[in-house]
Nanobody, 121 residues
Framework: QVQLVESGGGLVQPGGSLRLSCAASGSIFSIDAMRWYRQAPGKERELVAAITRVGSTTYADSLKDRFTISRDNAKNTVYLQMNSLKPEDTAVYYC???????????????WGQGTQVTVSS
């Protein structure tokens, strides 16, 4: 059983920062790409950032100057550092990972349960 568990969300004032974490646990042989998505009320889920196993990163164009994705392969954890937060960053943030449970297992995508980020004064 594989689980992705996000943490670090909460209420923050505009201009503030938050660091989200997502830890993968369970039967894991390897983790390929890891990603952060977000979904604001009434909107579709959108990709925030992605990172490969070797550290190559991709960002949504509108967020790349304020958000930074990183990962710790030894801990099976991906992070999202969010700076200069704005009210429009308010959303549920989800992590997502492609991983293999065993050496011959196919790569399967898993989702976390999400963590709420609210930016408000």
């Amino acid at each position: 059983q594989v689980q992705l568990v996000e943490s670090g969300g909460g209420l923050v004032q505009p201009g503030g920062s938050l660091r989200l974490s997502c830890a993968a646990s369970g039967s894991i042989f390897s983790i390929d790409a890891m990603r952060w998505y977000r979904q604001a009320p009434g909107k579709e889920r959108e990709l925030v950032a992605a990172i490969t196993r070797v550290g190559s990163t991709t960002y949504a164009d509108s967020l790349k100057d304020r958000f930074t994705i990183s990962r710790d392969n030894a801990k099976n954890t991906v992070y999202l550092q969010m700076n200069s937060l704005k009210p429009e960053d308010t959303a549920v943030y989800y992590c997502n990972a492609n991983l293999r449970a065993g050496i011959v297992s196919p790569s399967t995508r898993y989702w976390g349960q999400g963590t709420q980020v609210t930016v408000s004064s």
